[in-house]
């Protein structure tokens, strides 16, 4: 099914809304990742071995919204192009950043929950089960892409 204009804006609109307050928000959305799944937070290497609190760590803000814009960005170009294509280079570097940090396709659906988790608490004034799908999809077909480019590493 075609990704819509009506699609695109109910991500574009609701990202706008959201981003105002990143930094609360990504600090929810991991917060949300490390309730379910308390040991993937061994995964993220800034992490480990730091006495920096969670709430304070840059790294971990900017993780949370690469994954918010990108995912946004995918929205866009879901609905101009048909399909996500990333620079070359960037989905070449996220797809071996990942597969060297040993990201499985269970933590991507449990980043999934998260995220869409995050968005419904975020703007609830906002948020359908349309506005969900348009996440979902824009997330999914971003993922696709970064998958094909993680390969096994020795
Ligand atoms: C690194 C984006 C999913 C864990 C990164 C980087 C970006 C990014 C932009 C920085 C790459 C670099 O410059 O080194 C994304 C996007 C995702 C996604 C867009 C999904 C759409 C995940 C998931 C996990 C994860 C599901 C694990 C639960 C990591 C780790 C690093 C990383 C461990 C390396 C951090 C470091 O070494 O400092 N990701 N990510 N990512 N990501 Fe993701």
Redesign the pocket.
């Known amino acids: 099914m075609a990704f819509t204009a009506e699609k695109e804006a109910l991500v574009v609109d609701s990202w706008n809304a959201m981003k105002a307050d990143a930094a609360e928000l990504g600090l929810k959305f991991f917060l949300r990742?490390f309730e379910i799944t308390p040991s993937?937070s061994g995964?993220?290497?800034?992490l480990r071995d730091t006495s920096v609190p969670l709430e304070k760590n840059p790294?971990l803000k900017?993780?949370a919204m690469?994954?918010f814009a990108?995912?946004c960005e995918a929205a866009v170009q879901l609905r101009k192009l048909g399909r996500v294509i990333l620079k070359e280079t960037t989905t070449k570097?996220?797809g071996a950043?990942?597969a060297k940090?040993g990201?499985t396709g269970e933590?991507?659906e449990?980043?999934r929950y998260a995220l869409l988790e995050t968005i419904r608490e975020a703007v609830p004034y906002m948020w359908s089960p349309k506005m969900r799908n348009a996440w979902a999809e824009s997330?999914d077909q971003?993922?696709e892409a970064?998958k094909k480019e993680m390969r096994p590493v020795a």
């Open positions: 990742i993937a995964l993220f290497p800034f790294k900017r993780h690469s994954v990108m995912t570097h996220l950043t990942h940090a990201i933590h991507f449990l980043m997330y971003l993922v970064i």
